[in-house]
């Protein structure tokens, strides 16, 4: 954003729309061409994949983060597996704008998700994140996850051979 940065109190939370697909969809190509937080290697396109977010039922919500009316951040729920047994589980996704980092944005996001799946089918939240990334570790413990493991070499991308820590929060305990 240009300008002056809105204060963290100033971000609102609401449900995606399919206008908000654009910058969804730039916030997480960023990542996708430049970064590891996905290990997607295709960006997404605006009219293409838009079933990401069209196709999803109550019990997988996106939400993103608006500083004034620009998204600048989103977080979703989305099935584990498409196995039916895996129902109750859901995996959980932030991203935020590179501008908009460390505001606590993430932490909102994701509190809010936590919220939205203890009323849902959803009952075990997963989330995966590539290392070495402390500020999603720390957002995720925040929330009350807890890691389980870890996935040594499991990825490559930009050149580097990367790890993926595991982590999980039961809303059923």
């Known amino acids: 954003m240009v300008g002056s940065m809105p204060r963290p109190d100033a971000i609102q939370l609401r449900d995606a729309t399919v206008a908000d697909l654009p910058r969804i969809f730039a916030i997480y190509n960023e990542e996708v061409v430049h970064g590891i937080a996905t290990f997607d290697i295709e960006p997404r396109v605006t009219g293409v994949d838009d079933r990401w977010l069209t196709g999803r039922d109550s019990a997988h919500p996106v939400l993103v983060a608006l500083a004034g009316d620009r998204v600048c951040g989103w977080a979703s729920v989305g099935p584990w597996s498409p196995r039916g047994a895996y129902r109750r589980t859901g995996e959980v996704s932030v991203y935020v704008d590179a501008e908009m980092r460390g505001r606590g944005i993430g932490r909102r996001l994701l509190e809010s998700l936590v919220e939205r799946a203890r009323g849902s089918?959803?009952?075990?939240?997963?989330?995966?994140?590539?290392?070495?990334n402390e500020p999603s570790l720390r957002v995720h413990e925040a929330a009350g996850f807890r890691s389980f493991g870890t996935q040594r070499r499991c990825g490559e991308k930009l050149g580097r051979v990367l790890d993926v820590e595991l982590l999980d929060l039961h809303l059923d305990d």
């Open 121 to 132: 089918e959803v009952k075990v939240l997963l989330a995966r994140v590539a290392l070495p």
